[in-house]
């Protein structure tokens, strides 16, 4: 009994194991696919740009496919024209909120949903294509059908069961599942309790997020894609020579506690103020996307002081000596930084190059699926089909170059002066 349950103990290590193994490698292209919420183009954006400025030794290339209104089975009809020439090496999918057709949940609903994400599962099996299998998100408590009471509570209940859905199929197939829904709705309710009811976490129309949702979302995807959160590591040796781990280079130092930095890796940055929606900051409390996903840690060691006054950037704080010599997040504590004005600018070239990509598959690459009737086998007709997209794809290339080459190295000084 011993032996089997040792046995047990050890599936269950190495399962965990297995899910927390990055699914990203260096070069791969990431389609983010999904419906209105994901043409927003918020959590695509955060994502991108996460992975070019947070972790650029990834070299992740990222194309966003959000179609408004579509359900599952619409983007198994048009993946074969829209993605499978992109050549994906992993996607995330989040369908389900329209799957659910704004109502309480049935059978013939998880059904229809299962079947289209499985015919999607099934095709990027056949090209080698990894697969996050993502759930829907929420709707908001508050915001959305006001006129309905508890309606929201139905609605969530459906697509929690989609989700459930998206979960058995990622498991079936050994791919990972990422819960968006489950993140959003413990983020809703912990931020609801603090900030008020009024305060939406799904948007104002209680479906489509703002930024604070739309960063939950992201956190949801990329912990599904088993990405570090090691954004980096700087070491203060009071007295002796100073260090730092990978993409920050040591410049200049003073025995005193001070320090000049050039880092090509940046942490993630984050807009508005603790109550605004519209803003990333004011969800931070109720998501650990600092503590999982954007560690950039500072250690003090040899400080004679029981605290010492920490300056980076235009801000100081105050810490103790024990919490220095353990490290702290200088992301989630100096929310302004010298990264700040840098990752504006990477992230406005990332929405550019997404905006570019809606025009690209819905106003033109989409189309090309009018041919498939009596010109479809004729090669003349692929030929040009084929120059147009990747006409298209060189300008998709170009926004990505420019995306990319805006991550420069940021310097910027860390001062520690100890407290009598």
Same mark, same amino acid.
């Given at each position: 009994m011993r032996i089997l349950v040792t046995c047990f103990l050890l599936f269950g290590l190495w399962n965990v194991a297995a899910a927390q193994q990055p699914i990203l490698k260096k070069g791969d292209?990431? @389609?983010?696919?999904? !419906?209105?919420i994901t043409e927003q183009k918020q959590y695509s954006k955060f994502m991108e740009t996460y992975l070019l400025a947070c972790h650029p030794e990834l070299d992740i290339k990222c194309f966003q496919f959000g179609w408004g209104g579509e359900r599952a089975p619409g983007f198994a009809n048009r993946m074969e024209n829209d993605l499978i020439p992109w050549h994906p090496d992993v996607i995330t999918t989040c369908y389900g909120m329209n799957d659910g057709s704004y109502r309480a949940y049935d059978d013939n609903i998880g059904k229809v949903y299962e079947k289209g994400m499985r015919d999607i599962i099934d095709r990027m099996k056949k090209e080698g294509v990894t697969v996050v299998v993502g759930s829907p998100g929420v709707v908001d408590s508050f915001t959305w059908a006001r006129d309905r009471a508890d309606f929201d509570q139905v609605y969530n209940a459906n697509l929690k069961k989609l989700g459930e859905i998206a979960k058995s199929l990622a498991d079936e197939n050994h791919f990972s599942h990422a819960d968006v829904f489950g993140e959003m709705y413990d983020s809703?309710? /912990?931020?609801?309790?603090?900030?008020?009811?009024?305060?939406?976490?799904?948007?104002?129309?209680?479906?489509?997020?703002? /930024?604070?949702?739309?960063?939950?979302? @992201?956190?949801?995807?990329?912990?599904?894609?088993?990405? +570090?959160? !090691?954004?980096?590591?700087?070491?203060?040796?009071?007295?002796? !020579?100073? /260090?730092?781990?990978?993409?920050? &280079?040591?410049?200049? +130092? +003073?025995?005193?506690? +001070?320090v000049e930095i050039e880092s090509t890796r940046y942490p993630f940055c984050f807009t508005g103020n603790d109550k605004d929606p519209n803003g990333t900051v004011s969800i931070l409390p109720f998501t650990p996307f600092n503590e999982d996903l954007n560690r950039f840690t500072l250690k003090v060691n040899n400080l004679s @002081?029981?605290? @010492?006054?920490?300056?980076?950037?235009?801000?100081? &704080?105050?810490?103790t000596k024990q919490q220095l010599s353990e490290g702290i997040n200088l992301a989630a504590e100096f929310l302004n930084n010298p990264f700040s004005k840098p990752f504006d600018n990477v992230m406005n070239q990332v929405a550019r190059k997404q905006a570019f990509e809606t025009t690209m598959i819905k106003g033109l690459i989409t189309n090309f699926r009018q041919f498939q009737g009596p010109l479809g086998d004729d090669p003349e007709v692929q030929s040009a089909m084929n120059v147009l997209r990747d006409k298209m794809f060189e300008v998709d290339d170009k926004a990505y170059d420019n995306a990319k080459g805006a991550v420069v190295p940021v310097r910027y000084q860390i001062s520690v002066k100890p407290k009598s």
């Amino acid at each position: 009994m011993r032996i089997l349950v040792t046995c047990f103990l050890l599936f269950g290590l190495w399962n965990v194991a297995a899910a927390q193994q990055p699914i990203l490698k260096k070069g791969d292209r990431l @389609a983010i696919i999904g !419906d209105s919420i994901t043409e927003q183009k918020q959590y695509s954006k955060f994502m991108e740009t996460y992975l070019l400025a947070c972790h650029p030794e990834l070299d992740i290339k990222c194309f966003q496919f959000g179609w408004g209104g579509e359900r599952a089975p619409g983007f198994a009809n048009r993946m074969e024209n829209d993605l499978i020439p992109w050549h994906p090496d992993v996607i995330t999918t989040c369908y389900g909120m329209n799957d659910g057709s704004y109502r309480a949940y049935d059978d013939n609903i998880g059904k229809v949903y299962e079947k289209g994400m499985r015919d999607i599962i099934d095709r990027m099996k056949k090209e080698g294509v990894t697969v996050v299998v993502g759930s829907p998100g929420v709707v908001d408590s508050f915001t959305w059908a006001r006129d309905r009471a508890d309606f929201d509570q139905v609605y969530n209940a459906n697509l929690k069961k989609l989700g459930e859905i998206a979960k058995s199929l990622a498991d079936e197939n050994h791919f990972s599942h990422a819960d968006v829904f489950g993140e959003m709705y413990d983020s809703m309710v /912990a931020a609801k309790a603090k900030l008020g009811e009024e305060y939406p976490v799904a948007g104002g129309d209680g479906v489509h997020p703002s /930024a604070n949702g739309h960063l939950i979302m @992201a956190y949801a995807f990329l912990k599904a894609l088993g990405v +570090s959160g !090691d954004i980096g590591t700087i070491t203060i040796n009071i007295g002796g !020579d100073p /260090a730092a781990t990978a993409g920050h &280079k040591i410049i200049g +130092s +003073s025995k005193g506690g +001070s320090v000049e930095i050039e880092s090509t890796r940046y942490p993630f940055c984050f807009t508005g103020n603790d109550k605004d929606p519209n803003g990333t900051v004011s969800i931070l409390p109720f998501t650990p996307f600092n503590e999982d996903l954007n560690r950039f840690t500072l250690k003090v060691n040899n400080l004679s @002081a029981p605290e @010492a006054e920490v300056t980076f950037g235009d801000q100081t &704080k105050t810490f103790t000596k024990q919490q220095l010599s353990e490290g702290i997040n200088l992301a989630a504590e100096f929310l302004n930084n010298p990264f700040s004005k840098p990752f504006d600018n990477v992230m406005n070239q990332v929405a550019r190059k997404q905006a570019f990509e809606t025009t690209m598959i819905k106003g033109l690459i989409t189309n090309f699926r009018q041919f498939q009737g009596p010109l479809g086998d004729d090669p003349e007709v692929q030929s040009a089909m084929n120059v147009l997209r990747d006409k298209m794809f060189e300008v998709d290339d170009k926004a990505y170059d420019n995306a990319k080459g805006a991550v420069v190295p940021v310097r910027y000084q860390i001062s520690v002066k100890p407290k009598s």
